[in-house]
């Protein structure tokens, strides 16, 4: 999706997503933030249309790349997987080798079966495979695995702190990464760590559209702007990065750890 000339500037009911191209194979040391920004001047320069960065953009970065750039990959080779983790491997035809790096990372392991593993990550993220990942590693892949981001907040803030000193316009920033979703099939793209905004909206004690008050409703800002970000990025397409035009989250300093259910809330643990 790409923002249409003339497009209303108050943005009113209104929501554009455009992917950035050209962001090359990130290596570990590399300095995104430059690396983003570079893209996004060229971005403005060639889609007139689009136009120059907004108050009320935001930019969404997906794990793979933030995890490339920080050094969090591990070389299977070096791996000796545990026993569990062949006999699981085996059956289900999985590398044991994953599996291990899957079962190291876990706080928790929540279920093991049908070839998944669902586990609790240091960060309190429930997912499949503790967020190790095998796909879109570059030209190591079938070796090597990334990991999630030690602290995908910190992360954010450094992308926003390094885009602000590049572009001179201070704006949120989204690590995103796919997550399942419990009795649904597929993926979705969801925040992992954020910058500059709050991951949720909450409208509890405020009127819906007939007067009545909510009692329940905190909406996931967050994550629908990360899964928005995602229809134009793909899984295949080499688009790391996108800008949203138009979501208007709730500025301010906030943390991932405000969206994830405290154990005590939790009716599934």
């Known amino acids: 999706m790409t923002a249409e000339p003339g497009q209303p500037q108050d943005g ?58 920080e050094g969090a990959i591990v070389d299977l080779t070096t791996i000796e997987p545990r026993p569990e983790a062949i006999d699981f491997a085996q059956r289900w035809q999985r590398d044991p080798r994953q599996v291990e790096v899957v079962l190291r990372e876990a706080r928790r392991v929540v279920r093991m079966a049908n070839g998944v593993l669902i586990t609790e990550t240091a960060h309190g993220f429930v997912c499949a495979n503790g967020g190790v990942d095998a796909s879109n590693v570059g030209p190591a892949s079938g070796s090597v695995v990334t990991l999630l981001p030690a602290d995908p907040d910190r992360s954010a803030v450094a992308i926003r702190t390094g885009l602000r000193a590049r572009l001179g316009i201070d704006l949120p920033v989204i690590v995103s990464d796919s997550f399942g979703r419990p009795w649904r099939w597929g993926i979705v793209d969801v925040a992992i760590g954020i910058a500059g905004m709050l991951p949720l909206e909450d409208l509890r004690g405020t009127a819906d559209a007939d007067g009545r008050t909510m009692s329940s409703t905190v909406r996931a800002v967050a994550d629908e702007i990360a899964t928005a970000a995602e229809l134009t990025l793909g899984k295949v397409a080499g688009r790391p990065v996108a800008i949203v035009r138009g979501a208007r989250p709730t500025l301010g300093d906030g943390a991932i750890r405000e969206a994830l259910i405290p154990s005590e809330w939790d009716l599934f643990r």
């Open 12 to 69: 009113a009911g209104r929501l554009s997503v455009i992917a950035i191209e050209g962001i090359p194979e990130v290596h570990p040391g590399d300095d995104l933030a430059g690396l983003i920004a570079d893209a996004i001047e060229r971005l403005v320069l060639k889609e007139t249309g689009f136009g120059p960065l907004r108050p009320d953009d935001v930019i969404v970065v997906t794990q793979k790349i933030v995890s490339k750039a």
